[in-house]
Nanobody, 122 residues
Framework: QVQLVESGGGLVQTGASLRLSCTASGRTFGSYAMGWFRQAPGKEREFVTTISWSGVTYADSVKGRFTISRDNAKNTMYLQMNSLKPEDTAVYYC?????????????????WGQGTQVTVSS
């Protein structure tokens, strides 16, 4: 069992930056593919980015503005979000997938955090 805890959300203005963190329990964090997803009000949860040994992938909507990274020694994944826009407003979730292959499909992930709210004002 893996427990994930997100932090770092908040209320910012358009153009600002935020860094989200996702800290995982357990000793095998490095063996998991990790991802960030988000859910805006009234919308379905959507893929943001994923990271694994095979590399990183970004949704087109965040490419060039967001950067995913991980520190396996700290059991922590990060999401650096720059040039934030009002349409980035959502609850951001981190997720872990057993095995080393990343995926943009939320159905492929086995563990989820509780989410952290990001609100970008115009």
């Amino acid at each position: 069992q893996v427990q994930l805890v997100e932090s770092g959300g908040g209320l910012v203005q358009t153009g600002a930056s935020l860094r989200l963190s996702c800290t995982a329990s357990g000793r095998t964090f490095g063996s998991y593919a990790m991802g960030w997803f988000r859910q805006a009000p009234g919308k379905e949860r959507e893929f943001v980015t994923t990271i694994s040994w095979s590399g990183v992938t970004y949704a087109d909507s965040v490419k060039g503005r967001f950067t995913i990274s991980r520190d396996n020694a700290k059991n922590t994944m990060y999401l650096q979000m720059n040039s934030l826009k009002p349409e980035d407003t959502a609850v951001y979730y981190c997720a872990a997938r057993r095995g080393s292959r990343s995926s943009p499909s939320q159905n492929d992930y086995d563990y989820w955090g509780q989410g952290t709210q990001v609100t970008v004002s115009s």
